[in-house]
């Protein structure tokens, strides 16, 4: 038997990535992941493209692929989506998840140099293209900007050089928010298959302990009806607000008493990722998941 075309190969990941597409859009996240577990294995198999077409496809699948393995690693156990990896166009020898990569900490302040031109150059293009930007333009230069910020916002998040600006999360948020304003406006459900909106804005939540970015994070969550991949703007709130309670109710109880034995759980109903977070908190708390009303009988 003979092997696989390119293009049967290309057609099986674009038919995973539209699987993917309609099981986030309905929330069916346990298939979404089966899928994308089921292209990294076609990816695993993959041979070098000789083409510079074939090449070119592959390297949009692999960019698709990645950025949804990216959010959703967390959520899939012992996978570690090799066959993704792979195919990634990377150095072995800067990849900044590798800690025993050569010259670890230099190849990070290459990169964030690096960044640092890009956006230099990014702001002075799109300051030629503002004169009369079209709202496709205007739409597609905040897209980079939140991207740019998020990344940024990651790197000072974790810094450890002492260089943290006074207000770490603000110009995500101010990003974020240009973004996030027509997809409030049109008042209705939106979904994307990827991207930094939904999950940078929980970021943001869960790293601060309280204050202006934090509220301002959740009200702007609230406001969205946006699902990004296997992260929804709704699912995230309720995480926050079940995650709140659970830490008032923690700080209140004083019984650490050995002889509470608890009666093993039942097992998780919701689909993994935020929904099964949610259902835990749910339990523990004894509140009613909102999102998770009509998943038991």
Request: net charge negative.
């Amino acid at each position: 038997m003979s092997a696989p075309s390119n293009e049967n190969i290309h057609c099986i990941l674009i038919c995973c990535l539209l699987f993917m597409t309609c099981e986030g859009l309905t929330g069916r996240y346990d298939e979404l992941l089966q899928h994308l577990a089921a292209g990294d294995t076609v990816f695993q198999s993959l041979r070098h493209q000789n083409s510079s077409d074939a090449s070119d496809v592959l390297d949009g699948l692999v960019d698709m692929f990645s950025e949804m393995g990216l959010a959703s690693s967390g959520f899939m156990g012992d996978h570690p989506l090799s066959g993704i990896k792979k195919w990634c166009r990377s150095d072995p020898e800067t990849e900044p998840w590798n800690p025993d990569r050569e010259d670890g900490l230099a190849n990070d302040n290459a990169f964030e140099d690096r960044l640092r031109r890009w956006n230099s150059r990014f702001k002075a293009l799109s300051q030629r293209l503002l004169s009369s930007p079209s709202d496709d333009e205007i739409a597609h230069i905040q897209t980079l900007q939140l991207h740019y910020q998020s990344l940024q916002m990651y790197i000072n998040a974790y810094d450890n050089k002492g260089l943290q600006p006074s207000h770490l999360y603000k110009a995500f948020i101010e990003a974020a928010e240009k973004v996030a304003a027509p997809l409030i406006a049109i008042d209705q459900p939106t979904f994307s298959l990827d991207g930094c909106l939904v999950s940078g804005l929980s970021f943001v939540a869960i790293s601060t302990q309280g204050g202006d970015e934090k509220v301002q994070a959740l009200d702007l969550l609230r406001k969205l009806n946006h699902r990004e991949g296997i992260f929804d703007s709704n699912d995230i709130v309720e995480m926050h607000e079940l995650v709140a309670m659970d830490m008032d109710w923690g700080s209140g109880s004083d019984s650490d008493s050995d002889t509470d034995i608890e009666e093993p759980d039942p097992p998780l109903r919701a689909p993994k990722g935020i929904p099964q977070m949610i259902e835990v908190l749910a339990r523990k708390t004894g509140k009613t998941s909102k999102r998770l009303e009509g998943l038991y009988p």
